[in-house]
């Protein structure tokens, strides 16, 4: 493994942990500000879909931490035990991004349907970009034409997916503190601030997914490119 090899390991990885670190922060941090409206979680989702004419979405709740997303196959929005139930500015502000994102579904956002049209040549390109390496240790075919041209490829479509996502979840986090606002389930400008904290450092993780995928496939692309070995 080479210098550029490691240095795409070890500070993705570190990237990631920083954001996921933050996220969990700002959350944690914004869990003990209630929100002066005493709106539950599930109650502004609710409110939301209301004035926004969606009745056909149903809001469900699930035991696990910062697991909410919204299902567009089978219209579920699915909150975690401390949204669901909780009236913090961390609560509301996740509630109304998932809700957010079943307004792009009803108004037809194109990106987020370009998200939903991509998922299964993202979940291929996953397990390719999982089992590959392993078979390339295996048979020694680590550093071959064509095994770094499927890995190229693969991290490639990964990264494609991880820069459709970034303006869904902008836009959705936008969508959230405009209807927030509009609705009165966030009051004071103090409230939308800590809003938006939370709002800010979930989108960080997608943005880390995607420096991370645009790294990998350059690991594998710039050996093809320069004629070179990853171990040279």
Do not use: C
Not at 106 to 114: I, M, V
Not at 183 to 205: H, I, P, Y
Not at 209 to 217: D, E
């Amino acid at each position: 493994m080479n210098l550029f090899s490691l240095f795409v390991f070890f500070g993705t990885m570190a990237l990631a942990a920083l954001a996921q670190m933050y996220v969990k922060s700002m959350f944690h941090k914004y869990s003990r500000v209630s929100g002066s409206s005493g709106s539950t979680g599930a109650e502004a989702a609710a409110e939301i879909l209301r004035r926004n004419g969606i009745h056909n979405v149903g809001i469900f709740e699930h035991q696990g931490f910062l697991g909410d997303h919204y299902d567009p196959r089978h219209k579920r929005l699915v909150l975690s035990s401390d949204v669901y139930h909780g009236r913090s500015l961390s609560a509301l502000g996740v509630a109304a991004h998932e809700a957010g994102h079943a307004i792009q579904h009803k108004n037809a956002y194109f990106p987020l349907h370009l998200r939903m049209a991509a998922v299964g040549a993202t979940q291929f390109a996953s397990q390719v970009v999982m089992w590959l390496p392993l078979l390339g240790m295996a048979s020694g075919i680590g550093t071959s034409t064509f095994w770094l041209m499927l890995m190229a490829l693969g991290w490639g479509v990964i990264m494609a997916f991880n820069l459709v996502t970034l303006p869904v979840e902008y836009d959705a986090s936008r969508r959230a503190k405009e209807m927030l606002a509009r609705l009165g389930l966030v009051r004071t400008a103090e409230e939308g601030v800590g809003v938006a904290r939370v709002l800010n450092a979930a989108a960080l993780t997608y943005v880390a997914a995607f420096i991370t995928s645009l790294a990998y496939m350059l690991m594998y692309l710039l050996p093809l490119l320069t004629g070179r070995s990853r171990n040279d």
